[in-house]
């Protein structure tokens, strides 16, 4: 992450959003939350899963395979966090058999 102390001054930064200063060195040295910690280990299974398909799974097939591999997570969470790391699913259509006719009359 950028360092912002170096271009702002905290005590004015401080100021314009309404926070103390104590606040925001709390915020500063807090370690990261549970959910956040969390999100960290799903993006790193899911960008693994999305290689090994070669990016053919979208959230709800990705949620399958990680709940077979023990995560459980819901598919808007997977969606959420594959739009953040920019993943999709390659859409493929199914093969449709296009036959001709090879018995052609006269014209």
């Excluded at 271009?7 to 040295?29: D, G, I, N, T």
């Excluded at 459980?72 to 259509?93: D, F």
Aim: proline residues 4%; contains cysteine.
């Amino acid at each position: 992450m950028k360092d912002y102390q170096a271009e702002f001054a905290v005590e004015k930064m401080c100021k314009v959003f309404c926070v103390s200063r104590s606040a925001y060195y709390a915020w500063l040295s807090r370690k990261p939350s549970k959910r956040a910690f969390g999100n960290q280990v799903l993006k790193a299974a899911i960008q693994e899963l999305h290689q090994q398909t070669k990016s053919r799974l979208g959230s709800p097939k990705m949620r399958i395979e990680l709940k077979d591999r023990g995560i459980l997570v819901s598919r808007p969470r997977v969606a959420r966090l594959m739009k953040q790391l920019g993943l999709r699913s390659i859409i493929c259509n199914k093969f449709k058999v296009s036959t001709t006719d090879s018995n052609h009359g006269p014209l």
